[in-house]
């Protein structure tokens, strides 16, 4: 099995889906990752671990060194800035993802759920352009393809503003209704390499540290997905 995963800067596939990578690519499963920008705009560390000029030859490696962990085969970047897909035109983005999807031919597509997770105008704008790439996609297949969107639990970000952990800095986190997530990966086994991998994202150590002390709200030993659409095929 191949999948492909779709997401908007370095780090967001260890954040969402790092434990998952793992596990299916310890079971001989490939999988690829296409990554919108080089994460242009982000943090350069703090103390700082490189300059706003090197800033996205840094993160570009940082991911490399995450993806090797992992076991990603391949990452296609798309060229584009940090901070500006929200302006970009759907239908270019579509045009950049779409010509992937037919090389790679993945069985799996996996990207942000419509409020891009946190709602970050850059996740919003890969999933809708991913979403729509996966569907023009599934057309031309005679194989069954799967679509899903990363998920966070409507009942974990509860605990999260309760004990003061939430991520607001796109505004109130929406989440995923518990009913509505149709798969639970349990990454146990997985965890300490996704703990691994985050932390080679060494300029965005304020990210990953953030996220690892939920681990006392939370449990972050399962990652969870929406299936949001499939081809009739197979």
């Not at 992992?70 to 990452?75: H, P, V």
């Not at 639970?184 to 304020?206: E, G, M, N, P, Y």
């Amino acid at each position: 099995m191949k999948t492909l995963l779709i997401f908007a800067h370095p780090d967001d596939e260890t954040f969402s889906s790092g434990g998952t990578i793992a596990k299916l690519t310890s079971k001989g499963n490939v999988v690829n990752l296409i990554t919108a920008t080089k994460g242009e705009a982000g943090q350069v560390g703090d103390p700082p671990v490189t300059d706003r000029k090197h800033i996205a030859k840094v993160r570009e490696q940082e991911l490399r060194n995450a993806a090797k962990i992992l076991g990603i085969s391949k990452i296609h970047f798309l060229g584009l800035i940090d901070g500006t897909l929200h302006k970009v035109k759907t239908e270019a983005i579509v045009k950049k993802v779409l010509p992937i999807l037919k090389q790679e031919k993945p069985d799996v597509i996996i990207t942000f759920d419509s409020t891009g997770a946190s709602n970050h105008p850059d996740h919003i704008a890969m999933s809708k352009a991913a979403t729509i790439a996966f569907n023009r996609y599934a057309v031309s297949v005679k194989k069954h393809i799967r679509l899903y969107h990363t998920a966070i639990p409507l009942s974990n970000l509860k605990k999260l503003e309760k004990t003061g952990m939430s991520y607001n800095a796109f505004g109130k986190m929406k989440g995923v209704s518990d009913e509505l997530i149709t798969t639970k990966s349990d990454i146990s086994k997985q965890f300490r390499k996704k703990v691994k991998a985050l932390k080679q994202h060494r300029t965005q150590h304020k990210d990953w540290e953030r996220f690892l002390k939920r681990e006392f709200a939370v449990d972050l030993n399962k990652e969870y997905f929406t299936l949001i659409s499939e081809n009739e095929i197979g």
